[in-house]
């Protein structure tokens, strides 16, 4: 496995949070009927603290959006 690590390139790289999360949803369209009507209303800038580290901002407007999420027993995504 080891061989793979850096073999694979992005076609295209998404650094904005918000287009982030739209690619998502058009790969994943059943996601869209879980999105919250609110955002959650984390504290980020408190749970960072406590952590001591930042996390992605694509992150953190998916856990805002959805309620804890598992793709395919691969990706578990929660708060």
């Known amino acids: 496995m080891d061989a793979l690590i850096n ?5 295209r790289r ?13 790969v994943a369209p059943e996601l869209a ?3 919250r009507t609110d955002p959650s209303g984390v504290d980020w ?3 960072e603290e406590c952590l001591g580290v ?6 953190k407007l998916l856990a805002e959006a959805y309620p804890s999420v598992v793709f395919g027993d691969f ?5």
Do not use: C, K
């Open 14 to 26: 998404l650094t904005d949070p918000a287009s982030a999360v739209a690619a998502l949803e058009r």
């Open 45 to 47: 800038a408190e749970v």
């Open 54 to 59: 930042g996390l992605p901002s694509d992150y």
């Open 7 to 11: 073999t694979r390139v992005p076609h």
């Open 33 to 35: 009927r879980f999105r």
């Open 75 to 79: 990706l578990f995504v929660g708060r």
